[in-house]
């Protein structure tokens, strides 16, 4: 990281343009003994944060993304609220277009990162995330008596949990064909069908880090995949 920010540095002097050092972050990720060093740009030391939003999406120091769910979840609600307040026509058509336009695209950007795996510990962000295409669909002309399931099949929806599936076994697709230049961070088999778990259950492993690489794409599809 040293050796970055002195490229960094003679970047600046090539162009003559300066980073202000004020909105530079350091954020230390706690779980792999990470001896927090102090790291300089213009001899400045940056500041270490717990949390920073980058492109989008807000990456902490513990690698959870509690907090990028619940911005998601609350950014599609306040659009429903401006649609309610904007809209008056709420036949099927109309909505479904305003919906896929304006309402889960805050719901999946950057979903394949922060996906939550469905294991003790997620159900309620998987369920706050759903809530959202519950609300929605309830508002539509004919559809606020209908169980949800049963508003799912007349507008030709699905879940956005089946969504977030289908997009993992897309995106290890483009990987398995090496169409996106990640394959190789998936771990094929020798007949190149199937997908290796990487993590190795041991006991000197702290149950927090299985957790948390349980729930890369790298695993989270696996049984999906194969």
Not at 57 to 68: A, F, G, R, V, Y
Not at 69 to 91: D, F, G, H, P
Not at 138 to 164: K, V
Request: hydrophobic share 35%.
């Amino acid at each position: 990281i040293r050796h970055d920010l002195e490229h960094l540095e003679k970047w600046e002097e090539i162009w003559l343009l300066k980073f202000n050092t004020s909105k530079c972050k350091v954020v230390h990720i706690k779980h792999n003994r990470n001896p927090m060093n102090e790291y300089k740009l213009n001899d400045n030391i940056l500041e270490k944060s717990e949390q920073e939003k980058d492109l989008g999406i807000i990456i902490s120091d513990t690698l959870l993304w509690n907090d990028q769910i619940k911005q998601c979840v609350a950014k599609s609600n306040q659009m429903i609220c401006w649609i309610l307040r904007n809209y008056t026509l709420r036949e099927k058509s109309v909505m479904i277009r305003v919906y896929k336009a304006l309402i889960r695209p805050h719901l999946e950007y950057g979903v394949q990162l922060w996906n939550p795996s469905p294991e003790h510990g997620n159900w309620s962000l998987i369920l706050s995330l759903e809530s959202v295409q519950r609300r929605f669909t309830r508002m539509i002309d004919g559809m606020g008596q209908l169980p949800y399931s049963e508003r799912l099949r007349c507008l030709q929806l699905t879940t956005l949990a089946e969504r977030r599936y289908r997009g993992d076994l897309i995106e290890t697709f483009k990987a398995f064909k090496d169409i996106n230049g990640l394959n190789h961070i998936f771990n094929f088999s020798k007949n190149r069908h199937n997908l290796i778990s990487s993590l190795k259950i041991k006991n000197s492993i702290p149950k927090s880090i299985q957790r948390l690489h349980r729930g890369f794409i790298t695993e989270r599809v696996r049984e999906l995949w194969n």
